[in-house]
């Protein structure tokens, strides 16, 4: 159980346009999911959380205008990167919380993103 | 503002033998969950431990287990019996409320 699904698990674009990553739960409702970057030999950074319904909070420094976040539904969160430069081009996470009041997450496999 | 630090960017390990990784964190807060996570190659994120600060008991799970020193707010990692599949990232982590915070990581080689 606790299975988080990501897709697509690697995808190229070119400069300037922009790219959807969306992120599932497939045997759970996750009320609050997460997004994190991870570039190479690194850690995790957290860029925003994102609760169902709502607008995402997003962390100091993560452009909201370029990161966007929509959270649709108990099972669905998506991120598009908006006019992707190659900086852009990195390792991207979704986790998401298996019940409120829980502090456990559960990972999706990653999306590799390189931007040409 | 919480954070976790792991001092020891790499470490080796002989296949069988015992290893400890280590890991330190900062908060002011008095009920919170500690992890381990492992992420091997694939880059999968995997729960390999996890801890609740009001239990005092150590949590273990099979050749993992940890040494929880709430008052030194130190949080080690004790892999028995390494295995070559051990070998990964791991991230020691920490979440207060429900944002998780980890640490820079430990890469451990399992040497055959």
């Known amino acids: 159980g606790a299975v988080v699904s990501q897709h697509p698990s690697w995808v190229i674009c070119k400069s300037g346009t922009s790219v959807k990553i969306e992120c599932r739960s497939l045997?759970?409702?996750?009320?609050?999911m997460f997004w994190y970057r991870q570039f190479p030999k690194q850690s995790l950074m957290l860029m925003a959380t994102?609760?169902?319904?709502?607008?995402?909070?997003?962390e100091q420094g993560v452009e909201k205008d370029k990161f966007l976040i929509n959270h649709a539904s108990l099972t669905l969160s998506t991120l598009t990167v908006t006019s992707a430069h190659p900086e852009d081009s990195s390792f991207y996470i979704c986790?998401?919380?298996?019940?409120?009041?829980?502090?456990?997450?559960?990972f999706g496999p990653g999306t590799r993103l390189t931007v040409t | 503002a919480q954070t976790v630090t792991q001092s020891q960017p790499e470490m080796s390990v002989q296949e069988a033998e015992t290893v400890t990784l280590s890991c330190t964190y900062d908060?002011?807060?008095?009920?919170?969950?500690l992890f381990w996570y492992k992420q091997p190659p694939s880059r999968q994120m995997i729960l390999v431990i996890r801890?609740?600060?009001?239990?005092?008991q150590n949590a273990t799970e099979n050749r993992f287990s940890v040494n929880f020193q709430k008052a030194a707010k130190s949080f080690s990692l004790k892999i028995s019996d390494s295995q070559l599949g051990d070998a990964a990232m791991y991230f020691c982590?920490?979440?207060?409320?429900?944002?998780?915070?980890f640490g820079k990581g430990t890469r451990l080689h399992i040497l055959p």
């Open positions: 045997d759970f409702q996750a009320t609050t």
């Open positions: 986790s998401a919380r298996l019940a409120e009041y829980t502090y456990e997450q559960y």
């Open positions: 908060t002011s807060e008095s009920d919170y969950y």
């Open positions: 994102s609760n169902e319904g709502s607008k995402a909070t997003y």
């Open positions: 801890q609740e600060a009001y239990k005092q």
């Open positions: 982590a920490y979440s207060g409320d429900d944002k998780i915070i």
